[in-house]
């Protein structure tokens, strides 16, 4: 089947504008998360969901971040007022559960630029 | 701080020869070791994970060597190729969902 698509793949914005970015997770995957990817960075793990409950979101920056998931699929990753140091590659990934071991799937990712 | 500590940064490998990636970590409660493979426009796929009560795990031409004691596990490459040219990620899973990731090394093989 489909894996996990993001969208837009490629985003640039104006300091100060807000930006939602998408992601379809695979079918039937209850847990998806959220990572950022900055240039030269790992994986930066933001907020994770299992069904359409976020358990934690102290991964998130700053409260101009914020996510929600909807239907137990769908998800965006909101960022209000967005900053130059917002600039990086968002990724976004699920898996069937979040037994350890079980694998994680991840999107292309989406690559904001902010001006 | 750096919770996962991945050297080197870049690697340069010939075809053929063997890749060395380490990471090391502080955290005892981390349980599961994945590695991830990350070519350009691409999400990190995983490549290869391992558990702490296993020394080694091989799969293909990919091998993790872990040393609990040491808090330390490292991912071979033998017999490099150029298509193994990618990023490849560390990470150290914490608690029930939370993953640590490494910086990541750049991976070239020479043709």
């Known amino acids: 089947g489909a894996g996990v698509s993001q969208s837009p793949s490629n985003k640039v914005t104006e300091k100060g504008k807000d930006v939602e970015l998408r992601c379809d997770p695979i079918?039937?995957?209850?847990?998806l998360y959220w990572y950022r990817q900055s240039l030269g960075q790992g994986l930066e793990f933001l907020i994770y969901?299992?069904?359409?409950?976020?358990?934690?979101k102290s991964g998130l920056p700053s409260d101009r971040f914020s996510a929600e998931r909807t239907g137990g699929s769908v998800s965006t990753l909101t960022i209000q007022r967005t900053q130059q140091e917002d600039s990086a590659v968002y990724l976004c990934?699920?898996?069937?559960?979040?037994?350890?071991?079980?694998?994680?799937?991840f999107g292309p990712g989406t690559r904001l630029t902010v001006l | 701080q750096q919770q996962v500590k991945q050297s080197p940064q870049s690697l340069i490998v010939q075809k053929g020869g063997i890749s060395i990636i380490n990471c090391a970590y502080e955290?005892?409660?981390?349980?599961?070791f994945p590695w991830y493979q990350q070519f350009p426009g691409k999400g990190p796929a995983l490549l290869i994970a391992?558990?702490?009560?296993?020394s080694e795990k091989k799969e293909g031409r990919f091998t993790i060597s872990f040393n609990k004691s040491a808090k330390q596990f490292s991912l071979h490459i033998m017999d490099s190729q150029p298509g193994d040219s990618a990023t490849y990620f560390c990470?150290?899973?914490?608690?029930?969902?939370?993953?640590?990731f490494g910086t990541g090394t750049r991976l070239k093989v020479l043709a």
């Open positions: 990470a150290a899973k914490e608690g029930t969902y939370k993953y640590i």
């Open positions: 955290n005892t409660a981390f349980d599961y």
């Open positions: 079918s039937g995957h209850t847990a």
């Open positions: 969901f299992q069904g359409n409950s976020a358990p934690d």
């Open positions: 391992i558990r702490p009560d296993v």
């Open positions: 990934a699920s898996s069937l559960t979040m037994v350890q071991g079980v694998t994680q799937y």
